[in-house]
């Protein structure tokens, strides 16, 4: 009985939860799913075409121009505003680099792609060890739960 | 989740397409080719095939409703080319997606990346998000973590065992033209590895909380960073204090003195035992390690990333247990002939003299060294054209990781042709010389294409 009462009471509580947080949902409109003109070769900057604020964002156009601290540290950015990069970016793209588990390093796949500023260029095994001795933290972001079945091969 | 159900589901996400208004199927195929020939060694020869597939399918039945898939299979048609396997793949994502046209409310099911705060993971599960009034922002996400299988045996039963659920939220607040703060939790496992039917000292498991900024208060100011804590239960230590239970702060400044010049500092402090808590990998990112990373750098910046930027750049590194290292130089890249072209070029310097011991096993040696790099990228509608050489080279030859070389160098040279709007071909070269191998030249061929498949009709 006791535990009919509390699954009533979780119900109702969950119910009148949701309620009242569909009248909190914000009525501003979708940012757009696409952007509507393809854009050029090389790095957007966004406030070329755009100065005001992207709306519902809190950040102007020009927290998003593709600068070059932008493009080697932009997980904030990814983190808080995911819907502005799909905008322009399919998530394949974001896995070129940050998938779970590769099959090559992001250098190779994009071979002829040099202007894309990959990870590990040239030949990284001389590199991780001397990079990984002095800062392992940088590698523990995309290595450390996964994407380490070739690590395991000398790190066991 | 088992193999068999994987494929279910797959079969399942992939006959939803058929009722898709929209679909884009975009695909890579690659054919590698390399020999190997170590010193004390057979001579090996190795030929991998792999293939990326990805599919968007959208407006499913509604205009809110897609399906996105990518993953990647690989087979070795010489040596294997990773330990034992001749064959490969992963799914690297696969959901529903379902968009409100209002509050960029959407709703996830399958497997995604999910990066809120504290935690980039990847997750089959279901994930929610939308803005609320008052500039408010929540989203969530459940499910049960993506299970890789790197370690032995046993490592790896404890790790799928404490890996049965993964979830996390996170709560943000926007205010116009002053940007975004926000809190995160994550939790990934129920059970801590005391809980493991033979109690053990890694734990596979990890609860964070964290809080992130984008403070943008004028056009000249961009403020982003982060902290993540740690508050999983830990013992407490036999002896000493207990260690920071803050695993990272991560914050990142620019500021635009003028349209064409800017500065930028960052600082970074992890650490370890907090930061490399729930690893896979504890052999490497050992969990009991006490010590921390700090980092502080900056950049300056001249020009603009359309044109011709000038970038000069310090970066300080301090590892408790190592030292200090510091790097410092600068780049170039230009842009021109309506960014057809493109070039770039850069040289570095790492300095490690502080270094106190670099490995407890051996004599201490430097790792300082110099790196240089150079590209240049031409792509036209039709035909594309690039090189791209990187040569480091090192102040102490007696590292024993570098087998008596004092340096070593990579050459890639890449061609290729867009035969059809949807089909491009290309080649890359590689020439090396490095510690490793007596000579290191590889080939790769390369095939891209992007079909899409809109129907007529419909809305």
Known sequence: MNRRIALLSFAITLGLGVLTACGMVSTEKSFAAVHPQELGAGRPSCSVCHEDELKGSGKTYAAFNHSSTFVKDHKVQAGQDANVCATCHSQSFCADCHAGKTVMKPSTKLGGRPDRATPHPGNYLTMHRIEGKIDPSSCFKCHGRANNDKCTSCHR | ?459
Do not use: C
């Not at chain 2, 943000?172 to 129920?190: N, T």
């Not at chain 2, 690039?386 to 007696?398: E, N, P, V």
């Open chain 2, 1 to 459: 989740m088992t193999q068999r159900t994987n494929v279910v589901l797959l079969a399942a996400l992939i006959t939803a397409t058929a009722g898709a208004q929209d679909v884009n199927v975009y695909g890579t195929t690659m054919a590698q080719m390399w020999k190997q020939d170590v010193p004390g060694f057979d001579k090996t020869s190795y030929a991998p095939a792999t293939q990326f597939l990805g599919i968007d399918a959208t407006k499913l039945g509604t205009e809110a409703l897609s399906l996105h898939l990518f993953g990647w299979g690989r087979v070795d048609l010489g040596e294997a080319t990773s330990m034992g396997k001749k064959s490969d793949g992963n799914l690297t994502y696969g959901y529903l997606q379902y968009r409100f046209a209002e509050a960029n409310a959407e709703i996830k099911a399958g497997r995604f990346a999910i990066n809120q705060g504290a935690g980039m993971e990847q997750v089959d599960g279901i994930s929610a998000r939308t803005d609320l009034k008052h500039g408010f922002v929540v989203s969530f996400f459940a499910g049960k973590p993506v299970i890789y299988k790197s370690q032995d045996p046993a490592d790896q039963r404890n790790y799928e065992f404490q890996h049965d659920v993964i979830f996390g939220g996170r709560v943000g607040w926007r205010l116009s033209r002053m940007g975004e703060v926000g809190v995160s939790y994550l939790q990934d496992g129920s059970t801590a590895a005391k809980d493991l039917p033979i109690a053990s000292i890694v734990d596979y498991s990890r609860r964070q909380v964290g809080a992130d900024i984008h403070f943008v208060p004028i056009a000249a100011i961009d403020f982003t960073g982060r902290t993540i804590w740690d508050v999983a239960h830990h013992a407490e230590p036999l002896s000493g204090t207990a260690p920071s239970r803050i695993a990272e702060h991560d914050y990142t400044m620019l500021v635009k003195i003028a349209p064409l010049f800017s500065m930028t500092g960052d600082f970074t402090e992890r650490n370890f035992q907090a930061y490399y808590a729930g690893t896979n990998m504890p052999s490497l990112f050992r969990p009991d390690e006490r010590g921390k990373h700090r980092g502080y750098g900056g950049k300056i910046l001249l020009g603009s990333a359309a044109s011709l930027l000038v970038t000069a750049d310090f970066r300080s590194t301090n590892r408790d247990s190592f030292g200090e290292a510091n790097r410092f130089g600068g780049d170039v890249r230009w842009t021109g002939m309506d960014s057809k072209l493109q070039a770039g070029f850069g040289a570095h310097r790492v300095t490690t003299q502080n270094v106190l011991k670099v490995d407890r096993q051996v004599p201490s040696y430097s790792l300082s060294h110099r790196e240089i790099r150079a590209w240049v990228m031409y792509e036209t509608g039709r035909y594309s054209a690039s090189l791209d050489g990187i040569h480091q080279s090192f102040d102490d030859q007696h590292n024993p990781n570098l087998n008596g070389k004092k340096a070593q160098s990579e050459l890639v040279a890449s061609l290729g042709a867009r035969l059809t709007p949807s089909v491009k071909v290309s080649g890359d070269l590689t020439y090396g010389d490095n510690p490793f191998f007596k000579k290191d030249v590889r080939a790769l061929l390369r095939a891209e294409y992007r079909f899409s498949l809109a129907r007529k009709g419909g809305k």
